[in-house]
């Protein structure tokens, strides 16, 4: 497994991945899976400082893309806090490569970018992405009820976080 930035050029691969997953990925997520809507999601993740876009690839299957996990939201200053979404495709779910990326984002994002907190948004009924929060060391901090606007309704979501302290042992 290894990571990259997204660049315009993933676009066919991503969104046959995306197009692939539908069924993996609903009703909880939605990756573009057109050309139109895969540039103006790569355009924001490659052109906005507030965000940071990864691209999980496979090594033995000559890099395919296996998933991505993205740090949003990025704030500097004080808080220096991101959050962070992430999506297996279904070819490569349940290998455990998502595992591999997030810690490898986690210390990216801790290191490098120097982010105090990154934090994890998801539905309560998704228990993939739950235990994969669960895994990788976030705690649950709390609830939000009708949080985010997904698939034509406003969605609950538990609050999932990590601090660089709780990842070195220090909090």
């Not at 991101?82 to 999506?87: D, E, F, K």
């Not at 949080?147 to 709780?166: K, N, P």
Request: charged residues 25%; glycine residues 10%.
């Amino acid at each position: 497994m290894g990571l990259r930035h997204f660049t315009y050029d993933d676009a066919a691969e991503f969104t046959a991945r995306a197009r692939e997953s539908k069924d993996l990925h609903h009703p909880w997520l939605f990756p573009p899976d057109t050309p139109a809507a895969y540039a103006a999601y790569a355009q924001r993740l490659i052109e906005d400082p507030a965000k940071a876009g990864f691209l999980v690839c496979e090594k033995e299957a000559d890099g395919a893309l296996a998933g991505f996990v993205n740090i949003n939201n990025i704030v500097e200053g004080g808080f220096l806090c991101g959050a962070l979404g992430y999506g297996a495709f279904a070819h490569a779910a349940g290998r455990g490569l998502m595992r591999e990326a997030l810690d490898l984002v986690v210390r990216y994002a801790f290191g490098p970018m120097r982010l105090h907190r990154l934090e994890i948004n998801v539905q309560p009924g998704n228990a993939a992405s739950i235990a994969l929060a669960r895994t990788c060391g976030f705690r649950k901090e709390g609830f939000s009820p009708k949080m985010l606007y997904i698939d034509g309704a406003w969605r609950d979501h538990e609050r999932w976080a990590l601090t660089s302290e709780m990842l070195t042992g220090d909090g």
